[in-house]
């Protein structure tokens, strides 16, 4: 393991994470590489890099999840290693291992990490050989319904089944009584067949009302260490929409004892880099891993603001061969992180994906703010890629004070075009039960309400930004001159919306 260090790096990767790397790369003194589709011509990622190549039209399969164009692009641009992000080929062992074969390094784990996490029942194997809890249940694929009625009877109803290839919940059916058992093992094969090409599944305990807390991990060639959790309850069909750090059910104790878990979990699969162990977190304080992601993840800002710590630029230094930068000893949080998930998902409409041209964005900014996005003013939200536009990160002394900065932050964001998850935001960062947080997975859906309040809310802002929008046209034409900005107040002033309105109608 002779130290390369690192020149050129490829990011086989679009949008938000593409920038966020591209910037790491630039402050570690790297040439940055992008490869786009076609829908992706135009965007910021592309124009940020040292150079783009073009891998092909706008669905993933024949552009960002192509193996061998990804690697033809990397060989005719000269780069020497490949960042893949998140979500794409991330965890595709196959990947990592094609751009070793192809002696290019992989910014990531070593294949056979990603390939012993990826089968969930062998990943439970190796993680209770090595200390860490796992949840009650089978440590292999069921054979059959009387072996699953033996496991069910022996770690007591309600069982969960699961796909042994799964992930992200597909496959997954809860069992409440034994005469459910047989049905729900059929439907949990039959799904992850379609998902997977695997129809294998397996029994665990059922948790009821766990809250979701994960461990970053940060492993170099001399030492694995733990970087705290992040909360991740607030989620709704298994896409995760807020993240903090540190998590209000955790106290340094079981930070302590979390933290060691990951830790022995990433030490027993060799791996190397930055990653994730996920845990659920029982209201009685038991933990259990869930599954470790071996990649860099979407929510990793926020622990980033609270400890300090360039978890992208730390994976580059690992990559190249150098230490970690992180000081030895115990990591102390300091402060409270939020982030909130921006997406191109209408509440009037119950949150799904809307796509258009984003005619006008305007970033929140100020102390303790954070603004990761991939889009801008002008860019075309299409259908065919993740509906997350922007993170907003916000960092303060504490819990109460980084929901008033987020608060402020959203009230200054413009984002007119496309419909977005913003008013979802305010209405949840508003509530009572989220700002005492006792929050858990199924927070939100307990809570129709939130998503009623964001409907409304996105209805009103929608009317307004409409009724803005042809105001400024009709002033815009009397002093043939760009507006003032005015869709921005919006947000904030439904006595101006109404002024506007009003001024537009008449
Ligand atoms: C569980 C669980 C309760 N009990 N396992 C969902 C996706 C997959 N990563 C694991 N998941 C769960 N496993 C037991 N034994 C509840 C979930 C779960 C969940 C976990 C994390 C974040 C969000 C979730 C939403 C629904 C269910």
Redesign the pocket.
């Known amino acids: 393991m002779n130290p390369r260090p690192l020149r050129r790096v490829l990011i086989a990767n679009r949008g938000e994470i593409a920038l966020r790397i591209m910037r790491a790369c630039r402050d570690e003194g790297l040439e940055t590489v992008a490869v786009y589709s076609d829908a992706d011509r135009y965007a910021p990622f592309v124009r940020v890099a040292d150079r783009a190549v073009r891998i092909g039209p706008a669905a993933p399969v024949e552009s960002y999840l192509r193996i061998a164009v990804l690697l033809e692009a990397a060989r005719a641009s000269g780069a020497d290693a490949v960042h893949p992000g998140y979500g794409f080929l991330a965890e595709r062992a196959a990947f990592a291992q094609a751009v070793d074969d192809a002696g290019l390094i992989f910014i990531g784990p070593p294949a056979s990490a990603i390939s012993a996490m990826g089968d969930k029942t062998s990943a439970r194997r190796l993680m209770a050989a090595a200390g860490v809890p796992i949840?009650p249940?089978s440590l292999a694929a069921l054979n059959d319904p009387d072996e699953a009625a033996a496991v069910a009877r022996e770690i007591g109803y309600p069982v969960?089944v699961?796909a042994a290839a799964?992930?992200?919940?597909k496959g997954?059916r809860v069992v409440a009584a034994p005469r459910e058992l047989a049905a729900a093992l059929a439907t949990a094969s039959s799904e992850a067949t379609k998902a997977f090409g695997d129809g294998s599944v397996y029994l665990?305990?059922?948790?009821e009302r766990?809250r979701?807390v994960e461990i970053q991990i940060l492993a170099d060639h001399e030492r694995t260490i733990h970087i705290g959790e992040r909360e991740?309850?607030i989620?709704r069909r298994?896409q995760k929409l807020v993240e903090e750090a540190p998590s209000i059910a955790v106290d340094e104790a079981l930070r302590e004892r979390m933290g060691a878990a990951a830790v022995a979990a990433g030490v027993a699969v060799g791996y190397r880099g930055a990653g994730t162990c996920?845990f659920?977190l029982a209201s009685n304080g038991d933990f259990?891993f869930?599954?470790m992601n071996t990649r860099i993840q979407v929510e990793h800002p926020v622990t980033e603001e609270v400890y300090g710590v360039d978890l992208v630029r730390e994976q580059l230094r690992i990559a190249g061969g150098r230490a970690m930068s992180v000081p030895y000893g115990r990591l102390v949080p300091r402060g409270w992180a939020i982030e909130c998930r921006i997406t191109s998902e209408d509440p009037a409409n119950g949150l799904l994906p809307s796509a258009g041209l984003i005619r006008w964005m305007r970033a929140p900014a100020g102390p303790g703010v954070r603004w990761e996005s991939g889009v801008e003013t002008g860019s075309e939200v299409t259908l065919f890629y993740d509906s997350m536009l922007a993170k907003l990160v916000v960092h303060a002394p504490d819990r109460r004070q980084a929901i008033d900065v987020m608060q402020r932050a959203l009230s200054e964001l413009t984002i007119v075009g496309v419909a977005t998850n913003v008013p979802f935001h305010r209405a949840l960062l508003a509530d009572p039960e989220f700002l005492a947080g006792t929050i858990d997975?199924?927070f939100l859906d307990r809570r129709a309400d939130l998503l009623a309040a964001a409907d409304d809310a996105a209805t009103t802002m929608r009317l307004a930004v409409a009724a803005a929008l042809l105001a400024d046209d009709r002033r815009l034409s009397r002093r043939g001159t760009v507006p003032a900005a005015a869709p921005e107040r919006v947000a904030s002033s439904s006595a101006w919306a109404a002024t506007a309105r009003r001024d537009a109608l008449r």
């Open positions: 949840v249940g969960l699961k799964g992930g992200g919940g997954m665990e305990k059922y948790i766990p979701h991740c309850s989620q298994h996920e659920l259990f869930l599954e997975i199924q």
